[in-house]
């Protein structure tokens, strides 16, 4: 069996690692609807009834069962400098995993712990692995109501792409990652995360060229050093001697 078709792995067009197992929580019949009071304490619920079933989707305990292996496996084999892209949720799930010493079940008080945690989004989050860095990071705004006047919040679904503002976060995380270190992406296969994954990508591609001014240094640089070159080459006097031109002989003073 092909190992990339076993784990549900692609490279895309523009080089990032589209991971399936990545993908968010699969939130069913949710997925859509008015985000009012009542569906955010309903999912909340879920999340503290791992094992109760999510109707047309799947239960929390198998999404971290799905999502927790596959994380590990990455922070084993992917090298110092990876960037996983994905969504809040994961984040909020890997991060408390992490701090927690990375054990087999979460506990309740994780569980309460992910809930509680609203500060994720659009944050980097750096995981230390022996004496790699990983990084990991959620994709941004995808819900096409919030801040709109007037308009329902919908439970975002997993087949939502970023919204201008999800954008423009993008754009933000890609500037910071910029300075770090980063030697691959790896996104989760829905639209969203390779959405920003791209743009990211983008922006530490964009910081690695050099800056115009940058260029003329270097161009007026290399100008200046071919001018010294040519006065240090710089050909005798010549005289003509009969049929034949021969260098001038430097006349002695004595």
Known sequence: INKAAELKIAITPTGIISNENL?????GSLEGTEET????????????????PVPGGESFAVFTQRMIPEIKRIFEEAPNGTLIITDAETVKLIDEWHKQNMPDVLSKQSLENIIKDDETRSKIKEFKIGEKTIYMTSHGEV???????????LVRAQSDDLVEKGIEEAHT????LASKNISSIISSSLPGALTAAD??????DESKKPKIDEVQEKTLEEKLARVTNLEELKEPELKLVGNFVEPAKEVSSG
């Open 199 to 204: 743009i990211i990508k983008d922006e530490i």
């Open 37 to 52: 009071r009542a569906v955010k304490n309903q999912i909340n619920d879920l999340i503290r009834n791992p094992d109760r």
């Open 23 to 27: 993908k968010t929580w699969d939130l």
């Open 143 to 153: 819900n096409q109501n919030k801040g709109v006047k007037g308009a329902a919040i």
């Open 173 to 176: 995380l890609g500037k910071e």
